[in-house]
C-alpha cells in the first residue's frame, strides 16, 4: 500500500477516488508506564515509556487503516494524517485517515 500525506504519489496517476478511510484504536496507559513515565518527567527530558504507548497507537491506527483501504479496493491512501484526542484522563483515541485511491504508475 503506498501512502503519502500529499495529494499525489510521485511517478503514479490517480486512475479512481475511493473514500475516505481511517483506522483508530483507543489506549490507555497503565500503572506501571505512569509510574515511569513520572520518574523520567522528574529528571527531564525525553519520556521514553509514553514516546513508546504513543508509537504504538499510532502504528495500530495506521495498520487499520491499511486494511480499511485494502477492504475498500485501494492501493494508495493519498493526505494521510493523524489525530489523537483524550477520551478521558489517561484513555487516548489515536485516528489515521486518509483518501483510498486506485493509482497507476505513469
Known amino acids: 500500500m503506498l501512502t ?9 496517476r ?3 477516488h475511493i473514500a475516505v478511510v481511517r483506522g483508530i484504536t483507543v489506549r490507555s496507559r497503565n ?8 520518574l523520567q518527567s522528574m529528571l527531564g527530558g525525553r519520556v521514553g515509556a509514553y514516546v513508546k504507548l504513543a ?3 499510532r502504528q495500530e491506527a495506521f495498520s487499520e487503516l ?3 483501504a ?10 494521510m494524517r493523524y489525530d489523537a484526542n483524550e477520551i ?14 486506485v493509482v497507476e504508475p505513469i
Open 31 to 38: 500503572a506501571l508506564s505512569d509510574m515511569v513515565g513520572g
Open 88 to 101: 478521558m484522563p489517561g484513555i487516548t483515541e489515536v485516528l489515521a485517515y486518509g483518501t483510498a485511491v
Open 14 to 16: 490517480i486512475v479512481r
Open 66 to 68: 491499511i486494511r480499511h
Open 55 to 57: 508509537e504504538m497507537a
Open 70 to 79: 485494502e477492504a475498500e479496493g485501494a492501493n494508495a491512501i493519498l493526505a
Open 4 to 12: 503519502s500525506t500529499t495529494n499525489d504519489i510521485a511517478g503514479h
